[in-house]
């Protein structure tokens, strides 16, 4: 069965330092990858995906994240966080075949930074 | 501006009483969504749907109805309200093409109480 894991429920980063959102996920051949972003009574946006290609993509807002297809993993990353960054943290994916078109989506990591 | 519009953004109902959430979008997208999202669970997909009168079950489909006359609306019904659907609920939409990645455009979310 497919499926997403954010193992933290919650990452606490200082204002400033480098924060990382870790995901991993169990899907069958090489599945569409991407990161949304929650913010309080808000829905979600589109931060970035990984198709193909280089393993480090760049997204909004000054976020990347690194693919790695062996540990199955796409963690979110940013060098430097800002206490506008602390949001709710989705990480999602979808097949490539024609399965519904359906994107799974992990539990969610709550982003506080502090100042 | 393109946009998801979900209403009513906030709805206190009570048990049996029929209800609509609509969504429309104005983006021309294929494929649209409905999702809900409970603390620790992350979204789940209640419906699909991939063009105009083209659905299909999604995760969680026990207690929805759904329909896509238009390609712009795709509405939520709860025939019969109960308390377990009591949640914030998601309305997305993409672009379903050959080739194309899919990432999700999404409403700002209805929160449904049933008491």
């Known amino acids: ?50 198709i193909t290609g280089d393993n480090l993509v760049k997204g909004s807002y000054g976020f990347e994240a690194e693919f790695n297809k062996s540990q199955t993993s796409f963690h979110l990353k940013k060098p430097s966080a800002l206490v506008s960054d602390s949001a709710l943290y989705f990480c999602a994916v979808r097949d490539r075949g024609t399965g519904g078109f359906k994107t799974i989506f992990g539990a969610g990591t709550r982003l506080f930074v502090k100042a | 501006e393109a946009q998801v519009t979900q209403n ?4 206190i109902t009570v048990t049996g009483k029929k209800l609509t959430v609509t969504c429309s979008q104005n983006m021309n997208h294929e494929y649209m969504s409905w999702y809900r999202q409970d603390p620790g669970l992350g979204l789940r997909q209640i419906y699909y749907s991939m063009n105009v009168e083209v659905t299909d079950k999604g995760d969680v489909p026990e207690g929805y109805k759904v329909s896509r006359k238009e390609k712009r609306n795709f509405p939520l019904i709860l025939e019969s309200p109960s308390p377990n659907q009591t949640s914030l609920y998601f309305c997305a939409s ?22």
Do not use: H, I, M
């Open chain 2, 94 to 115: 993409s672009l379903y093409r050959a080739g194309v990645t899919g990432e999700l455009f999404f409403g700002e979310g209805s929160r449904l109480t049933v008491l």
């Open chain 2, 8 to 11: 009513p953004r906030y709805l």
């Open chain 1, 1 to 50: 069965a497919q499926s997403v894991a954010q193992p933290e429920d919650q990452v606490n980063v200082a204002e400033g330092n480098p924060l990382t959102v870790k995901c991993t996920y169990s899907v069958s051949g090489n599945p569409y990858l991407f990161w949304y972003v929650q913010y309080p009574n808000r829905g979600l946006q589109f931060l970035l995906k990984y």
